[in-house]
């Protein structure tokens, strides 16, 4: 059971304690994410964080950007420790050398800057970082979401490149005072409950109504020390989903164990809260009273415990199908099924899969070989997949011999690979079901294509009931009492990063040529924000939440991760597939209007015909920047990807309007990107506004010049002209000039 307070607590001898039994003390003490964050901030400003990470990485659906952008704003070396991993798109292309060249590059950019590089299938990123990097008291800085070091006592943040270049180029992550969330974990897992059911518990409990939206959670209590490291990490890095900025956790014996198998021993610190260490927020986490859990298409908050599930299994059905039949166009409504799933009162699945930086881990496929040994799936059409997440992991279950007790169970081994946590991989087939122990079940995450009428269903749950599942012939299942633990420990073999893993910082050779292939592109170029903006309604999107999947999918698009114009032709596809031919049209104008401004020329008619729907003539062209926004209710939930900001870009995008954003990463990323993050100064859904609409913002230049944080647009809709009010909450003096420059690039040339 896991119960969410909104009132002010603190820690008191190992507790959290409410705010009256507070001891009495002058002094301030500090929690650890206070304390982590005061030790590398450089800020002299009360309430503000100016950061600088102890080591960064990347993999290789960013690391071609990341690069590209910042040799546009003048790299010249990593200044601190970047590795580059290539667990993404290892497997995953359209066709052609694509994958190759992506990685040629990042060699070629780790040897001329001065980076590490960990060759593709060798291991996915987060278990690298787990493995080589995190450390208690460290900030480390990744271009993933699933940035999450916490149970290793270390700060993970995953931003979008755009942070990353800052970095590099010696800048600050800045940030405001979070609010920090004490988790009191007490307990001790009933047997067949695995670190996934206590993750979807907890996104359940936290994320809805933003509960813990970019803030930082601390864990803390006795409940931890009875959890295998293992079983704390696949925890940890699930608590991206509840819209957390980051978390850390008290550290112990097992921790330093950890560290010492890893021959890191020497970085071990104690981490824990100073005594009274205040937080704004508090959870109590009853290990014991969680269940074996599965969380239903098409969020990871959507849990609930498998007994619930199972005997209600028609009303579950019956609500993911009606979830599935709102994401599909009106012609094919008719394509949900579920129902026919159902036998006997019990649902079938049709695809099982372990895998990634919460599935892959040495502790969760070692109890999956326990439970499989001796035992077979059978064969019933229902694949089970295994990726192990590093090849040390692999090695240590090649020596255990728990490879062969998966393979001849019918299990199927493969590569270190994130591949089925983001579309790339094992893509259920239409209206199929399939159960993951991965880090999403986003709608046009897994791979489907509900805009062409393709649609198959995703679920979370731990690797033991999938494991269950698959021994009782495809029935869900919960793991029962008789699931064996977790071990505690692995044998972990250094020598084959030494001898595979390319370490470059430190040593950058700037002589060095970067290997470009064929689908490599700079980014193009972008203009400085104009005075006014006549902007087109690209995408009116009415749902509750818009993730960054919805935005720019990954799996097929993922491909051309490295050319950002052919990237953007996906922009918006899985939920309105006119977007980028309608926007495309309004950039040509604007293309138009900056050539006539160059040249010294009239205005073309089709620019001034443009402005004259908002009433503009002819004079106004010099002034007012042509091209469109997104409206959306809350956008920007899940990945950290800067790609669902920068498509928008490339294809003439200059802002969003919202209600709010669901993460700071992603208001980042459109900052970083030249897209204004405006948000509606009353309620969002009063607003009658539509795709094809117009928004014209005058004075929008002069605003950020200014100190000012809100304006009045004017919005053209049905033919009717409406005045209404937006701002740009919180925005800082260096986001202003960012956004004044056009663009991260634009600014640090």
Known sequence: MIRTYKEKACYCQGRIVPIQEAPKTSAKPLGMAQS?????????????????????????????SIVQTARASGLTRFPVPYSFTNCHNSLCAIGGTINADDHRFGLSAAIKYGANFVPPNMAVIHQYAREMVAAPGKMVM????????????????GEGGG??????????????????????????????????????????????????????????????ATLPMDYRMGIDVMTTETGCLSS?????????????????????????????????????????????????????????????????????????????????????????????????????????????????????????????????IGCNGINYSLYPASQPVLENLLASGAITD??????????????????????????????????????????????????????LMDARSITATMLNNGFLTAAGEDTPAMPKSYAFDPGIYERNVYHGFGHEKAETELTRGPNIADWPNMIALP????????????????????????????????????????????????YVARVSAIRDLEYAREAALEKEEAMPKEVTDYLALAGLGASDAKDTGIGSLVFAIYPGDGSAREQAASCQKVLGGWANIAGSYATKRYRSNCINWGILPLVTCDDVNSWEIATGDLVYLRGIRSLLEGSEE???????????????????????????AILLSGCLINYYK
């Open 36 to 64: 982590i964050l005061k030790a590398h901030n450089i800020s002299s400003q009360e309430g503000k964080y100016a950061i600088s990470f102890d080591e960064l990485l990347s993999h290789d659906i960013t690391y071609v």
């Open 142 to 157: 990744a271009s993933d979401s699933h940035t999450r070091y916490g149970a290793l006592g270390c700060l993970g943040v």
């Open 163 to 224: 942070e990353l270049v800052k970095q590099v180029l010696s800048k600050t992550w800045n940030i405001d005072e979070p609010t920090i969330i004490g988790i009191y974990v007490h307990g001790e897992p009933r047997p067949g409950v695995g670190p996934h059911d206590v993750a979807i518990a907890m996104v359940t409990a936290l994320f809805p109504e933003g509960y813990a939206k970019n803030c930082i959670l601390e864990f803390v209590g006795p409940g931890i």
């Open 248 to 376: 850390v956790w008290v550290t112990d014996e097992t921790v330093r164990d950890y560290l010492a198998a890893h021959g890191r021993e020497a970085a071990y610190r104690e981490m824990a809260p100073e005594e009274g260490a205040m937080y704004d927020k508090y959870v109590d986490m009853d290990l014991g009273a969680i269940k074996p859990m599965i969380a239903l298409p098409f969020h990871p908050s959507l849990g609930v415990t498998i007994e619930d599930f199972t005997a209600n299994v028609y009303d579950h059905v019956d609500a993911m199908e009606q979830r599935a039949q709102k994401l599909l166009s009106d012609k094919y409504k008719a394509v949900p099924n579920l129902k026919a799933k159902i036998h006997d009162g019990h649902f079938r699945i049709d695809q099982a899969v372990v895998s990634g930086c919460c599935g892959g881990l040495y502790g969760n496929l070692a109890t999956v070989a326990a439970m499989l040994k001796g035992k077979t």
């Open 406 to 459: 998966m393979v001849r169970a019918g299990a199927t081994i493969r590569t270190a690979f994130c591949g089925p946590c983001f579309g790339a991989g094992d893509v259920p087939g239409q209206n199929c079901f399939s159960v993951r122990h991965v880090t999403r079940n986003f709608a046009n995450r897994e791979g489907s294509k509900a805009a062409q009428g393709q649609i198959s269903y995703v679920a």
């Open 531 to 578: 005075e006014n903006l006549l902007l087109t309604v690209g995408a009116a999107l009415f749902d509750k939440v818009t993730t960054t999947d919805d935005f720019i999918a990954s799996g097929e698009p993922s491909a051309f991760r490295s050319n950002p114009g052919k990237m953007a032709e996906y922009t918006l596809r899985s939920k309105d597939a006119g």
């Open 710 to 736: 809100s304006m009045t647009v004017s919005v053209f809709h049905n033919g009717t002209k409406t005045e209404r009010k937006v701002a740009l909450p919180d925005i800082s003096k260096e986001e202003r």
